[in-house]
């Protein structure tokens, strides 16, 4: 049974002061001992060492939403995978479709990004997903596979990966994927893991879905087969929605 992982990618929202009082809510709403699924928060850089210190002792992990793949030098605006490490992440989020879409991040540089990250010891959590006029286009399948095998090249072991499928079509729109179409895209991802690593590595991959996750449909699309949890934005940043989400993961 594949555990399921739960993260709040809080993106560019919240002060260092408002990242602790949301954090404080979070471990509030989660309740002491809490161990229903893995879940973590991811803040902005400014302030993952203050959040950092706020989830100190509890089970819920410190989050990064980025990371560079050199370890210091002339970078401006950047942080490395050392740094984030060095403040207590134990995961990062790399190739976010808003940093893809954004700030020119191509397959090629998420992949150099997750081989630093993974040296550094930190869970990476890939995002990949299709645009709407890709997927209008039918070429859903084809972009997904370049996204995932470039992404991945040259990585050995795809054990501390999680791979994260955020349709930007379904991202901070309301329009979330329906379970289905969720499902059909986590098998298809599931299916190239196991071509490129194998079946037992592919079994254990975890996949989340992303885009418009809210209380109300996050049991759904947990429910399906394929669906290992959830990476959930807008609604991250409401302590109850999100614990509401977690606690959805744990059933
Ligand atoms: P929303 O939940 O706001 O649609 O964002 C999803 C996302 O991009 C998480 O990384």
């Not at 706020?54 to 002339?74: F, K, P, R, T």
């Not at 700030?103 to 997903?129: D, M």
Request: aromatic share 6%; hydrophobic share 40%; charged share 20%.
């Amino acid at each position: 049974m594949r555990r399921k992982i739960v993260v709040g990618n809080w993106k560019m929202n919240n002060s260092v002061a408002e990242s602790e009082t949301l954090a404080l809510d979070v471990l509030a709403a989660l309740g002491e001992g809490f161990s229903g699924c893995e879940v973590g928060i991811a803040p902005t850089y400014l302030a993952l060492e203050a959040t950092g210190r706020i989830l100190e002792g509890s089970e819920v992990q410190l989050v990064a939403q980025n990371c560079h793949y050199e370890n210091d030098g002339a970078y401006t605006g950047e942080v490395s995978a050392r740094m984030i490490n060095a403040v207590g992440c134990t995961s990062v989020i790399i190739g976010h479709s808003e940093r893809r879409q954004y700030f020119g991040e191509t397959n090629a540089t998420v992949n150099l990004r997750i081989k630093k990250a993974l040296s550094e010891g930190l869970q990476v959590i890939l995002c990949v997903g299709e645009t709407l006029a890709e997927r209008e286009a039918g070429v859903t399948e084809s972009v997904i596979s370049s996204q995932v095998r470039e992404g991945l090249d040259g990585i050995s072991s795809i054990s501390p990966i999680v791979i994260a499928y955020e349709p930007v079509w379904a991202i901070g729109t309301g329009k979330t994927a329906t379970s289905a179409q969720a499902e059909e895209v986590h098998l298809l991802i599931r299916t190239l893991i196991t071509e490129l690593y194998g079946k037992e590595a592919a079994e254990a991959l975890r996949i989340q879905y992303g885009g418009s996750v809210k209380p109300s449909n996050a049991a759904e699309l947990f429910a399906m087969p394929n669906i290992d949890g959830g990476l959930i934005g807008g609604a991250s940043l409401n302590a109850e929605d999100f614990v509401a989400i977690v606690k959805a993961a744990s059933r």
